[in-house]
């Protein structure tokens, strides 16, 4: 039969007493009137944020479909602000609004957290739009100039960019169609895909947008003879405000020519020259989809035709011409690239080429 001694229980309950730590928790818990919670987590795991505090409750937008909350329910705030993981990791990845994967290739593995609402860099802090961002589109680079700040995620491969393509309220088919596209060109190596679809909830869809930079729901319509994109131009590289210029002048000079021209019967031979250079001109700002163009590529099309060398061809001709063109300089004359890539001016030297 063991013995126990009385000072050995002491000994026992004073190390115990000892050891015993005592901690405190005020936790701000509550119930649910109607379906929410703030910043909280209900027992069977949403998430939501609160966005309305009344006096006597919250009201809460949940990050979730919320079918197992019902009135009764207890909540619990978590004492935080909504936040996401961020990664490099993310790079090549589909993913939802709360950076949840959504394409099947397993879990992202993350070691930083950034609110969903980040404050936004103050006005003083920020440098203006210096640096052009080639979309490979000549209408666009060379009419519409755009800075680094808006993107057409092929064309920057090789260009230190990432690219974030948010998804809100389109088809599923349609996003992985995008998806497709851009792996099939390896431009998912430097962006992350943001997809909230049609089905998903419209709290999902609200915080969608906090992923981007810039959000175009409607894009503005633009008329070449009026419009002007400063912010943009400032940012252009001094090559294509040399050609660009007379190509904006040109398209705005045949789109008052063709207006009359409807009218006119009888027009003279410069008028007519001019109307079919301004087909011509037309005819080059074409390109086929998911088709963009080196800034060099741009600038030689343009010059092609704001100096007549199209004139002698059928419009239908003009797309084929360009094509070999290009190829010609592109394999024969490289020094052409390397002029306009190192000084961004369309020299002399260039120009002889």
Known sequence: MVTIRADEISNIIRERIEQYNKEVKIVNTGTVLQVGDGIA????GTIGIALNLESNNVGVVLMGDGLMIQEGSSVKATGRIAQIPVSEAYLGRVINALAKPIDGRGEISASESRLIESPAPGIISRRSVYEPLQTGLIAIDSMIPIGRATDTILNQQGKNGIC???????KASSVAQVVTTLQERGAMDYTIVVA????????????????SGLIFYVPPAKNVGISVSRVGSAAQIKAMKQVAGKLKLELAQFAELSAFAQFASDLDKATQNQLARGQRLRELLKQSQSAPLTVEEPIMTIYTGTNGYLDSLEIGQVMTFLVELRTYLKTNKPLFQEIISSTKIFTEEAEAL
Do not use: C, H, K, N
């Open 41 to 44: 987590r209900i027992y069977e």
């Open 164 to 170: 974030v393509y948010v998804a809100i309220g389109q």
């Open 196 to 211: 909230e679809t049609a089905d998903s909830p419209a709290t999902f869809q609200y915080l969608a947008p906090s992923g």
